[in-house]
């Protein structure tokens, strides 16, 4: 029974939205090294992501996994886009 609870529970809940801290401003997808500027304003920001190696003109660089197509910063254990 709590199963099948807990089955309509996550089925007809609405998820969450991610907070507004972990979208980054438009113009930093624009530049030419994008990478290394969401790195660095997840850095001042101090978000509490994960960070994980990614290859780039220039080297590798650790940068906070993102989302082209929405344009935000993934948060831990998240999954926000079906794309």
Same mark, same amino acid.
């Given at each position: !029974?709590? %199963?099948?609870?807990?089955? @309509? ?9 991610? /907070?507004?801290? @972990?979208? $980054? $401003?438009?113009?930093? @997808? ?8 969401? %790195?660095?304003? %997840?850095?001042?920001?101090?978000? $509490?992501?994960?960070?994980?190696? !990614? ?8 940068? /906070?996994? @993102? ?7 993934? /948060? ?8």
């Amino acid at each position: !029974m709590l %199963a099948i609870c807990s089955l @309509f529970s996550t089925t007809l809940t609405t998820p969450a939205e991610i /907070p507004k801290h @972990f979208v $980054p $401003p438009d113009d930093i @997808f624009e530049k030419r090294n994008f990478v290394k500027e969401i %790195a660095r304003w %997840a850095n001042e920001k101090q978000l $509490p992501v994960r960070y994980v190696t !990614m290859s780039t003109e220039g080297g590798n660089i650790k940068c /906070p996994p @993102f989302c082209l197509y929405c344009k935000v910063i993934k /948060p831990n254990r998240t999954h926000h886009c079906r794309r």
